[in-house]
């Protein structure tokens, strides 16, 4: 029999992993969700077939899988004075809070691993990054992988610090790459094409290439040797690129995840020790 998934929180991410447990024939009568928002409580019972209660302390009972979806600042509250029975996985997809803060708030009976997701995952072509304690059963490993496969691909971390590069890399990445879509747009407009035409150029070719990078799964060119493919010598590529890299492309990639990891980090002290706002569960 499949394991009884509960989700605190219902937003987008939830709606997402609860889409894909669905298509992945998850019995929809297996999945509870605490949602306190009307509207969106009753769009994912009409949705998804899901229960959802506007508390998460009446559905606890008999779950096998917790999945923490709820803002980080929201966290502590929505916890507070929740019991999980022992051997419950306990999966947060909340970004900042460490598993020290959930054994805190939650007890050290239950098996907790962090993750973080990225929003293509709303389209099931997400990727996250997962860690867990050394001491994890690999049961509870195997019950997050079931949730967070659902949302696309997985990847298992070696520390949990390893969460803040993952922020940065992927849980930001999308933003990165809407970035150069619109650098790609304006540039076009400047060359003289109009608003329109160049917004679909650079659109198209982006999502080209993705499925070019992604074709054949790993065994497939990586980004570099795909990149040399379609460089000609002389040629108009080999221009562009080449004031791309002396404009400091690449320290400047660097320079920003490595913000982006840094304040992953400070974001993660901070919840840590400030106070949590009003409940909302």
């Given at each position: 029999m499949s394991d009884v998934i509960a989700f605190i929180g219902g937003g987008n991410m939830a709606a997402s992993l609860i889409g894909g447990l669905i298509a992945a024939q998850h019995p929809a009568g297996r999945i509870?969700?605490?949602?306190?928002?009307?509207?969106?409580?009753?769009?994912?019972?009409?949705?998804?077939?899901?229960?959802?209660?506007?508390?998460?302390?009446?559905?606890?009972?008999?779950?096998?899988?917790?999945?923490?979806?709820?803002?980080?600042?929201?966290?502590?509250?929505?916890?507070?004075?929740?019991?999980?029975?022992?051997?419950?996985?306990?999966?947060?997809?909340?970004?900042?809070?460490?598993?020290?803060?959930?054994?805190?708030?939650?007890g050290p009976q239950a098996h907790y691993v962090r993750s973080m997701p990225n929003t293509p995952a709303l389209y099931g072509a997400g990727i996250s990054g997962l860690y867990a304690s050394p001491q994890t059963p690999d049961s509870a490993r195997a019950r997050a992988e079931t949730v967070l496969r659902a949302a696309g691909e997985i990847c298992w971390l070696a520390r949990e610090e390893d969460l803040d590069a993952v922020t940065a890399v992927s849980g930001s990445g999308p933003a990165y790459f809407f970035l150069v879509v619109e650098a790609m747009t304006d540039a076009g407009i400047a060359l003289g094409l109009s608003a329109e035409t160049a917004a679909r150029l650079a659109k198209r070719t982006c999502i080209g290439a993705a499925r070019m990078l992604d074709a054949g799964g790993a065994d497939a060119a990586d980004a570099a040797e795909l990149r040399t493919q379609v460089t000609s010598k002389g040629g108009t590529t080999e221009a562009a690129l080449r004031q791309l890299e002396s404009a400091g492309l690449r320290p400047m990639f660097q320079a920003a995840l490595a913000a982006a990891a840094q304040r992953s980090a400070q974001l993660g002290d901070e919840l840590a020790h400030n106070a949590a706002p009003p409940p909302s569960y």
């Open positions: 509870r969700v605490a949602e306190p928002d009307l509207a969106r409580a009753q769009s994912l019972r009409e949705h998804f077939g899901v229960s959802v209660l506007a508390a998460a302390a009446p559905m606890l009972d008999g779950v096998d899988t917790l999945v923490l979806a709820v803002k980080p600042q929201q966290m502590a509250v929505a916890l507070q004075g929740l019991q999980v029975a022992p051997g419950t996985c306990v999966v947060s997809i909340a970004a900042g809070i460490r598993l020290e803060l959930l054994q805190g708030l939650l």
